[in-house]
């Protein structure tokens, strides 16, 4: 009997236990209030985006562009390094098909050897009608000299015999002053055709070695140390395979990879507060546990429509200040423009912001008041408050059950009542929450 005593005690006792803890905790009228802290410091507006990473500096790689010269319009990569291959100067970077100026290069070869044959042919007939002529002149010369002994010996003669001896002299000199001037006339037009084919024979040669020059550019080195990037061309990257034009042979970017930049898109409702030389904290995608800074160098006065979006995004340009050989073009970027930055503020989360009438914000308090406060400047999270709090006030992030009926304590109030610079102050509650502060000691 008396131990049945005991257990009936000891089982009354867990039950009322039990109803304790459902009333006090766990039953329809316990609170799951969530509260924080007034934090004071700095305080930090950003606008956040996601970029894409390109170099800031880099150098296109071309084809033969000269050989448009020889009437080739298009070309064909041969061979091509895979894009992202990183380069050093002077290696590899592709090779272009040389079927076509290879046949222009022999036929070219070919008039070559025949403008040289015509060159050589016109020497010889030069050699040859200069020769004649000179013997022609030398000729005519001993004729005069033959015409004057003549006259000379005839001056005892009958006097028609002397006048058609000096009519002979006359026409000897004549013909042999004829011969001279033809000859002059003869050199200079001989000159002439030499010159003529000269000219057009050194045209040729230099085409042919232009266009062995040009062969040597249809492997395409590279200019600088870089990262190979492909070009895109009529919507298409140009890679093994593809078909340059000689008018636009670029084969390939090669960015420097030392100088980094994020390409960002800023929405229409924030890019007013972006201005450039604002710093920005940034992040990668692929490299989680590092962290970059940077700088706006850029914003675009002009907004435009991203593809699947019907919003308007303004370009911004952030220029990355460390140089790191791990970035890459085309890497995804997280950034942080920072707008705006106050040094030394109070500042609560934004969930214990409440509004009345439209008009007054205010918070609860965790001593029982419904505070109106003034805010500030805002962020994603959390929100400046310039009066009504003190730095280690506590404030509820939702409703208390016993704060809907509450009447706001407005900031005229608070002056008098509460010394702002001293968190340790009791608070003189108006009348109607003394009876709560009674209760909730």
Partial sequence: MKKNLIYV???????????????????????????????????????????????????????????????????????????????????????????????RLEDKRLDLEQIRAQYEQTQLDTSLNLRVERDNILNLEYIVQEQELILEQSQFEPPAIIKQNEYNLEKAKREFD???????????????????????????????????????????????????????????????????SSWNPVVATLPDLTSMQSITYVNEVDIRRVKTGQSVEIGMDAFPDKKYTGKVTKVANVGQQRPNSDA??????????????????????SNAIIAEQLEDVLYVPLEAINVENDSINYVYLKNGVKQEVKMGMTNANDVVIEKGLNIGDRVYLNTPNWGANLAVRLLDELNGKRNLDDPEEPVAAVDRNQTFLKDNP
Avoid: H, W
């Avoid at 000219?199 to 492997?219: G, H, P, S, T, Y």
């Avoid at 308007?312 to 970027?333: A, G, H, Q, Y």
């Fill in 178 to 244: 004829q011969a001279k001037e033809r000859y002059r006339i003869k050199t200079m037009q001989e000159r002439a055709r030499m010159v003529e084919v000269g000219a057009k024979l050194r045209e040729v040669e230099a085409e042919v070695n232009q266009m062995i020059d040009v062969l040597d550019k249809f492997v395409v080195l590279a200019p600088q140390d870089g990262m190979v990037i492909y070009v895109t061309n009529r919507g298409n990257k140009v890679k093994e395979g593809s078909q340059i």
């Fill in 312 to 333: 308007k995004v303004f370009e911004v340009v952030v220029r990355i200040n460390e140089s790191d050989p791990m970035l890459r073009p085309s890497m995804t970027t």
């Fill in 9 to 103: 005690a000891v089982g009354s006792l867990v039950v009322i236990v039990i109803l304790y803890f459902f009333f006090t905790q766990g039953g329809p009228g316990a609170s799951n209030d969530l509260l924080a802290s007034v934090r004071q410091g700095k305080f930090k507006v950003e606008i956040t985006t996601t970029g894409e990473l390109e170099a800031l500096r880099s150098v296109q790689v071309f084809g033969p562009s000269e050989a448009r010269k020889f009437r080739i319009g298009n070309f064909t990569i041969d061979k091509m390094v895979d894009e992202g291959t990183v380069v050093k100067k002077g290696e590899f970077i592709c090779s272009i098909d040389k079927t076509e100026l290879f046949g």
